[in-house]
């Protein structure tokens, strides 16, 4: 909610009116975008030098408006067990 409530002084009906329409899921989706480009933005604006634009270095660390990246099924199995792995290893401390 905290994306939405710097946005929107009041987001409240607006989720209503998305679940009512059955499009929450697309503005969850867009919301999730606007943050991350805005995120991107910053590290941008503070920390990279010699580019020409925003869209190029997007473009060059594979986030550019074409960048579909798909796993293959090994990476995804690979991730999965890796994950796994890490918590088998988690032992929460009371």
């Known amino acids: 909610m905290d994306l939405l409530f710097r946005r929107y002084a009041s987001p409240f009906l607006l989720v209503d009116q ?12 867009e919301i999730f975008d606007y943050d991350t480009d805005d995120r991107l933005w910053n590290i941008f604006l503070h920390k990279v030098d010699g580019q020409t634009s925003f869209n190029d270095w ?3 660390i594979g ?3 074409n960048s579909n990246i798909e ?24």
């Open 18 to 29: 998305m679940l009512l329409t059955g499009q929450f899921s697309e503005f969850v989706t």
């Open 63 to 65: 986030l550019g408006q």
């Open 58 to 60: 997007k473009a060059s």
């Open 71 to 94: 796993m293959t099924k090994n990476e995804i199995e690979t991730t999965i067990n890796d994950s796994f792995d890490i918590l088998n290893g988690f032992e929460p401390t009371s």
